[in-house]
């Protein structure tokens, strides 16, 4: 997908993001995620690195579905620590099956003593089901569906 004006295209989604409420989740016994730069900045880019412009549409796409989700989910799927130095990240992951064949996974994340926060969102898929949902994004958001290859 080739989005004529990016920088607009980025700066409108920014600033829907910065009107996303933090959300109650049951799977953190009620705590509030916030929805953050960090978590914005991770949709966008990767190691600082920006994601092809498909990608990008794509998560955006996906964080649509994101505070109905965590407001209902009771379990999580996995959890991991990490420390650098003196800072300590604390990263869980979400798994909400959409279909048979199609997953969205959520990533919380808590840097030290912090707010749980939005941390990322992606989309998993069987195999079988890849080229069919390139091809609905691609007929429904005029995304390229080469844009959209899953590893």
Same mark, same amino acid.
């Given at each position: 997908?080739?989005?004529? @004006?990016?920088?607009? $295209?980025?700066?409108?989604?920014? @600033?829907? $993001?910065?009107?996303?409420?933090?959300? &109650?989740?049951?799977?953190?016994?009620?705590?509030?995620? $916030?929805?953050?730069? #960090?978590? %914005? @900045? /991770?949709? +966008? #880019?990767? @190691?600082?690195?920006?994601?092809?412009?498909? !990608? +990008?549409?794509?998560?955006? =796409?996906?964080? !649509?579905?994101?505070?109905?989700? *965590?407001? =209902?989910?009771?379990? *999580?799927? &996995?959890? !991991?620590?990490?420390?650098?130095?003196?800072?300590?990240? $604390? %990263?869980?992951?979400?798994?909400? =099956?959409?279909?048979?064949?199609?997953?969205?996974? %959520?990533?919380?994340?808590?840097?030290?003593?912090?707010?749980? /926060?939005?941390?990322?969102?992606?989309?998993?898929? /069987?195999?079988?089901?890849?080229?069919? %949902?390139?091809?609905?994004?691609?007929?429904? #958001? &005029?995304? !390229?569906?080469? *844009?959209?290859?899953?590893?």
């Amino acid at each position: 997908m080739f989005v004529e @004006d990016w920088k607009g $295209y980025i700066k409108n989604k920014r @600033d829907s $993001y910065k009107k996303m409420k933090p959300i &109650s989740c049951p799977a953190f016994d009620n705590e509030k995620i $916030y929805f953050n730069r #960090y978590g %914005f @900045d /991770h949709i +966008v #880019y990767k @190691d600082g690195i920006p994601r092809p412009q498909g !990608e +990008v549409v794509k998560r955006f =796409k996906l964080l !649509e579905y994101v505070p109905n989700i *965590l407001g =209902k989910v009771q379990t *999580l799927s &996995s959890g !991991e620590k990490r420390t650098r130095g003196n800072s300590t990240a $604390y %990263f869980w992951a979400i798994q909400h =099956k959409v279909g048979n064949l199609i997953s969205v996974r %959520f990533i919380i994340r808590r840097l030290n003593n912090g707010h749980l /926060h939005f941390f990322s969102i992606m989309l998993e898929l /069987h195999r079988t089901s890849q080229r069919r %949902f390139c091809e609905i994004l691609a007929i429904n #958001y &005029s995304v !390229e569906s080469n *844009l959209l290859r899953f590893p």
